[in-house]
């Protein structure tokens, strides 16, 4: 196998890992560039926040080949098998940063952006660096630009619809795992026996936590839709709204 063929198994072999989480996922990243589109065109400099392996700058250069990408993450292994797949690509720059820093967005090499893309990635952050993060997007962004984020939102007033979808999920995702499916863990557990991720996925332990470690909780962070749009509103972002849903995620777009 060639560097790019291993480069590229590995980035299928997340998506069909982040696809048993998320069986609309590729529904959710055409909505999020139709959006890039009608608000900022089709040659945009965008930055993909947290982007680990690159499933956003991946699908973006193929829909809009003028684009141009700055990829951001602090994720070692990932942001290697990034590295590995736009290797040769002078239109993506990749960069290491913790978005939990207030410089972080020191070391970005060109904003302002038309717009700022973020899939599955920023539910990790509590409430408050989350609504702080808000506003220093706003400030990366040209006006009239966008920032789009697809991320783990519900909306809780409709319960009984809620618990149904969840149950219909969760019988799939057993049958799937039957059928040879990975999750989380064994993704990570996959990607820290490979002799080229080995050394990343350790940094990575040591930076993020280990996802094979079952005992890792998760904090109780904001999942309502209602609660994001309203924090956007709150830094100053001139519009927000929710463009797409399934029953357990959202894209929410907002203006600058």
Known sequence: MTDKAAWQAWQDSWDRQQEWYMPDREE???VMLDMVEALVG???NVLDLACGTGSITDRLLKRF???RST??????ALLTIAEGHFAGDDRVRLVTADLTDPSWADALPDPPYDA???ATALHWL??????ELYGRIRGLLRDGGVFLNADHMTDDSAPRINEAAKRFHSARQERELAAGALDWRAWWTKAADDPVLAEPAR???AILGDPRDPAQAKADRPTATQWHLDALREQGFAEARQVWCSHCDALIAALR
């Open 203 to 205: 940094r990575r332990f």
């Open 126 to 131: 509590d409430a408050g660096p989350l609504r």
């Open 28 to 30: 959710r990243f055409r």
């Open 65 to 67: 080949p003028k684009a």
């Open 116 to 118: 700022v893309l973020t």
């Open 42 to 44: 089709t040659e945009p």
């Open 71 to 76: 990829g951001v993450d602090i994720d070692p």
